[in-house]
C-alpha cells in the first residue's frame, strides 16, 4: 500500500468517508423515520382520546335536550305527579318514535318516579312498578341528589350509554326521565369521524353478548365488535393485551396500531374498554419503500462522485497546487478582515469543502480547525435540507449568487443551528465565499409568533374592514362561523353578515362610537351563507397607521350561539313558544328608556281572549291551550319588523310593544291582530260577542319622552282593556296619555 500513488490513496480515503457517510446518513433517516411514525401514532392516539371524549360531551348534550323538550310540558309533569301510566303514554310516544328514528340505537326512554319506581318504559310499556334504584345505581343516585347524570351503565342484558335528567315542578323533585342508547352509537360515531371500527370488551361481564361466542381478554369480555377481525381479537386474547393507550403488533403478515380507552360509568369507575384498529401495513411500506430508494439514490450519488473523482483527480490536484501558494499569500490579510466580523465567513470549494473559515464561524460550529477542515458546507446540511442545499449551489452558479437562503446544519455533538447564508461565486467560478448567520433563536421565535397566528387564525373570529366597513381580511374562524370562503368575504362590506332581526339602532350607536375613535362592545346576531344565523360577543375598536392616521376598523368576536339558546329557553313562553312574562319584565324598562332617550313615539298593547274561563270551562284545558297557541301564532306572525315584540303575559293575556309614529298606522295595525284572531272562526259558544274565539285590545300610543315610567304606562293600557270590555269586547280602545305624563 505504500507503494500506491497519492491519488490512489487518496481516492480511497474518499471512497471510505463517502460510503461511511452514506451509511451513518441512511442510518440517520432510518431512526428519523421510525422515531417520525411513532410521533405520528401517538399523535392519532391522542386525537382519537380527544374525539372520543367529544363525542361522549355531545351526546351528553343531545340527550339532555331531547329529555327537556319531552319533559317541559305541564301535561306530562302533572301526569307523572298523578302516575297516570295512560295519559303519559300518549303525550310521550310520537316523542318516543321521533326520537328512535333519529337515533337507531336508542333503546330506552324510561320515567321513573320521585323514590326510584319504575313508572313507565315506553320501550316495554307493561313493565312498571318494580323499585329500579333497588338495582340501578344511576336511578339511586339520581332519587337522592336529584341532579343529572350520564355515563355507561350495565343493564339485565348490556352496557348502554343512558343520561337521566331530573324532572321538577314547582322546584318540586317528581322523577326522572332515563334515555338510553347501545354503544353502538359511540362507535358508530368515532367511525364517522376517524375512519376507524372497534370493539368493547365489558368488565366482568355476565351479559347477553351481541356475538354468539364470548371473547375475554384478562377481565373483559367482548359485547360488541364492528371491526369484525376475530382472528385479530382472538390473537389479541392469546397475548393477554392488556389494553394501553398505543400497542403496534404484527399478525399475518400484517402491522396494526391498536388504541385503547377506558369506558368510564357514571362515577368514573372503568366498566369497560373501548378498543380501535388501525391498519397500517401500507403506512410501513410506505416509509420501507422511501428507505430503499433514499438508499439507492445515496449510493448512486456516493459513487457518482467517485468516479468523477477519478476522472478529475489529477487536473483536481494540479489546480489545488496552483492555488495554494495564493492562497498562502492572502491568507494573513485575510484573517485581518474577517476575524472581526460577527457573522461566519468561509471560502468553499466547488463541492462546498472549507477552505478557509474565520473565528466566529469557527465558534458556531463548535469544531477545532483540523475538524473543521475536514467538512463540507453542504455535509453539514440536515438531511430533510442537503437537497435544497444543493439546488442552491446550482443557483448561484446560474445567478452569481444568493441571499437570504436558509438551512438548519448538524455541527459538533449532533447540535443543530438555523442559519441564514448569502453565497456568491468566486470571480474563478471554482470558489464560493459564504456569509453565515446564527438565526436559531430567532427563528424559535418566529415559529412560536406564526404558530401563535395560525391559532389565533383558525380559533378567533376576527376580521378588519376600511372606514367604511368594507372587510380586508378576515379569520379562518370567521369564515368557518359564517359559511362564506376568504374570497366571498374580502372586498364585501360588513352588512353581508347583518342579520334583519337586529335592530337599526344597535348598528346606529356602533358606527356612533367607532366614528368617534370608542371602542363598541356588543351582543349581535349575525347571519350566515346559507340563511342560518349565530350570536357573537363583538369588540370593535379603531385600526392607526404608522403617522397615527386611522385607517379602519378591526372587530373580535366570541361565540355565544349556545349561550343565546339558553337565554332563548329562558325568556320564551313554553306554550306559545312567544316570549314569556319574565323576558316582557326585562325588555319594556329597556325599550321604554330608549324611546324616551331618542324621543321615539311607543305602542303598547294589552290583548286579553273573550271569556275563555268559559271556553276552559265548556271544551277543556287542552282545548284551551290549542287557542292560546293560536293567538299568540297569530300576533307573531304579524310581528315581523326588528322593534316589533309580542309577550304571553299570563293566562289568557298577550303584550305587544312597537314603533310608530302614526295612530292611525297603530290602530290599523293592531286591529289586524284583533281581525285575525276573529277570522281564525275557532268556536265559542259561550263568547256573548260572537259565535268565535275574540279578543279584546287596549292600546297606548305616545311619545316615550313624555312616559313618567313603565308602571304608568302599563296602568294605562290596562285601563283601555278595561274600557274595551266593558264596551262589548272585541274591540281595540285607543286610550288617552294625560294621566301618566310627565310633569
Not at 410501513?284 to 422511501?290: D, L, M
Not at 376568504?486 to 352588512?495: A, D, V
Not at 313603565?710 to 266593558?726: G, P, R, S, V
Request: contains cysteine; neutral net charge; aromatic residues 10%.
Amino acid at each position: 500500500m505504500q507503494h500506491w500513488s497519492t491519488k490512489n490513496k487518496t481516492l480511497i480515503f474518499v471512497t471510505t468517508i463517502l460510503l461511511l457517510f452514506a451509511v451513518v446518513l441512511l442510518g440517520s433517516i432510518y431512526w428519523e423515520q421510525k422515531k417520525e411514525l411513532k410521533d405520528n401514532q401517538e399523535t392519532y392516539a391522542h386525537t382519537l382520546q380527544t374525539t372520543y371524549d367529544k363525542i361522549v360531551e355531545k351526546r351528553n348534550q343531545v340527550d339532555y335536550t331531547d329529555a327537556m323538550i319531552n319533559i317541559n310540558s305541564r301535561n306530562i309533569k302533572k301526569s307523572i305527579i298523578n302516575q297516570d301510566r295512560k295519559t303519559l303514554f300518549d303525550l310521550t310516544v310520537e316523542r318516543w318514535k321521533a326520537l328512535k328514528q333519529g337515533n337507531k340505537h336508542l333503546s330506552v326512554m324510561h320515567f321513573h318516579l320521585s323514590d326510584g319506581t319504575a313508572l313507565l318504559r315506553m320501550h316495554a310499556p307493561k313493565k312498571y312498578g318494580d323499585n329500579v334504584a333497588s338495582f340501578r345505581p344511576m336511578i339511586a343516585n339520581i332519587s337522592k341528589y336529584n341532579k343529572e347524570i350520564h355515563g355507561f351503565e350495565t343493564g339485565i342484558h348490556n352496557l348502554a350509554y343512558r343520561s337521566v335528567i331530573p324532572i321538577f315542578e314547582d322546584k318540586r323533585y317528581i322523577g326522572a326521565l332515563e334515555l338510553g342508547s347501545r354503544p353502538d352509537i359511540i362507535f358508530d360515531e368515532m367511525e364517522y369521524y376517524s375512519g376507524l371500527k372497534g370493539a368493547l370488551f365489558v368488565k366482568n361481564n355476565n351479559l347477553n353478548l351481541y356475538k354468539n361466542e364470548t371473547l375475554r381478554i384478562g377481565d373483559y369480555s367482548l359485547q360488541y365488535d364492528s371491526a369484525n377481525n376475530k382472528p385479530l381479537l382472538d390473537q389479541l386474547a392469546k397475548i393477554d393485551y392488556p389494553f394501553p393507550m398505543l400497542y403496534r403488533f404484527h399478525f399475518n403478515d400484517q402491522s396494526y396500531a391498536i388504541y385503547s380507552f377506558d369506558v368510564h360509568d357514571y362515577a368514573g369507575k372503568v366498566v369497560a374498554k373501548a378498543v380501535f384498529v388501525n391498519d397500517i401495513t401500507a403506512i410501513e411500506n410506505q416509509y420501507a419503500q422511501k428507505m430503499i430508494e433514499n438508499a439507492t439514490y445515496l449510493f448512486i450519488l456516493v459513487f457518482l462522485i467517485i468516479f468523477i473523482i477519478e476522472l478529475g483527480f489529477q487536473n483536481l490536484i494540479q489546480k489545488l497546487e496552483d492555488t495554494n501558494d495564493q492562497l498562502h499569500s492572502n491568507q494573513k490579510f485575510l484573517h485581518s478582515i474577517v476575524d472581526t466580523s460577527r457573522d461566519g465567513i468561509a471560502l468553499l470549494d466547488a463541492e462546498t469543502n472549507f477552505l478557509f473559515f474565520n473565528k466566529a464561524y469557527l465558534e458556531m460550529s463548535g469544531f477545532t480547525n483540523e475538524e473543521m477542515l475536514k467538512q463540507s458546507c453542504a455535509g453539514l446540511s440536515a438531511p430533510e435540507d442537503l437537497p435544497r442545499a444543493l439546488s442552491a449551489i446550482d443557483q448561484v452558479y446560474e445567478k452569481g449568487f444568493i441571499d437570504n437562503f436558509e438551512k438548519t446544519c448538524i455541527v459538533k455533538d449532533g447540535k443543530k443551528l438555523r442559519v441564514n447564508m448569502s453565497i456568491t461565486l468566486m470571480p474563478d467560478k471554482e470558489r464560493f465565499l459564504v456569509n453565515v448567520r446564527d438565526i436559531t433563536e430567532s427563528s424559535k421565535l418566529e415559529k412560536l409568533l406564526q404558530d401563535r397566528l395560525t391559532l389565533i387564525d383558525k380559533n378567533i373570529i376576527t376580521s378588519s374592514t376600511d372606514l367604511n366597513g368594507n372587510i380586508l381580511e378576515t379569520s379562518e374562524a370567521f369564515c368557518r362561523i359564517s359559511g362564506y370562503t376568504r374570497e366571498e368575504l374580502i372586498g364585501k362590506n360588513h352588512r353581508i353578515v347583518h342579520h334583519p332581526d337586529m335592530p337599526k339602532t344597535i348598528y346606529k350607536e356602533l358606527w356612533e362610537s367607532i366614528k368617534e375613535n370608542k371602542v363598541w362592545r356588543g351582543e349581535l346576531k349575525n347571519r350566515t351563507k346559507d340563511g342560518g344565523y349565530y350570536w357573537v360577543d363583538a369588540t370593535i375598536y379603531p385600526i392607526y397607521d404608522d403617522e397615527g392616521r386611522k385607517i379602519g376598523y378591526t372587530a373580535i368576536r366570541q361565540d355565544i350561539s349556545d349561550k343565546k339558546r339558553l337565554e332563548e329557553i329562558a325568556i320564551t313562553d313554553a306554550l306559545t313558544g312567544i316570549y314569556n312574562r319574565r323576558h316582557f319584565n326585562t325588555l319594556f324598562p329597556r325599550f321604554l328608556s330608549s324611546a324616551k332617550r331618542n324621543s321615539d313615539f311607543i305602542c303598547f298593547a294589552i290583548m286579553d281572549v273573550d271569556h275563555f274561563k268559559d271556553y276552559n270551562d265548556t271544551y277543556g284545558h287542552q282545548k284551551g291551550d290549542e287557542v292560546l297557541i293560536q293567538v299568540a301564532h297569530e300576533i307573531k306572525k304579524r310581528t315581523v319588523r326588528a322593534d316589533d315584540y309580542c309577550f304571553r303575559l299570563g293566562g289568557e293575556e298577550f303584550g305587544l310593544i312597537f314603533r310608530c309614529d302614526d295612530l292611525d298606522k297603530s290602530l290599523l295595525f293592531v286591529n289586524s291582530i284583533r281581525e285575525g284572531i276573529e277570522n281564525l272562526s275557532i268556536e265559542h259558544c259561550k263568547n256573548s260577542v260572537a259565535e268565535c274565539v275574540t279578543i279584546s285590545i287596549g292600546l297606548i300610543c305616545i311619545n316615550g319622552s313624555l312616559v313618567a315610567n313603565e308602571t304608568h304606562l302599563y296602568a294605562a293600557a290596562d285601563k283601555c282593556l278595561y274600557q274595551a270590555k266593558a264596551a262589548g269586547r272585541n274591540r281595540v280602545v285607543l286610550g288617552e296619555s294625560h294621566s301618566f305624563l310627565l310633569a
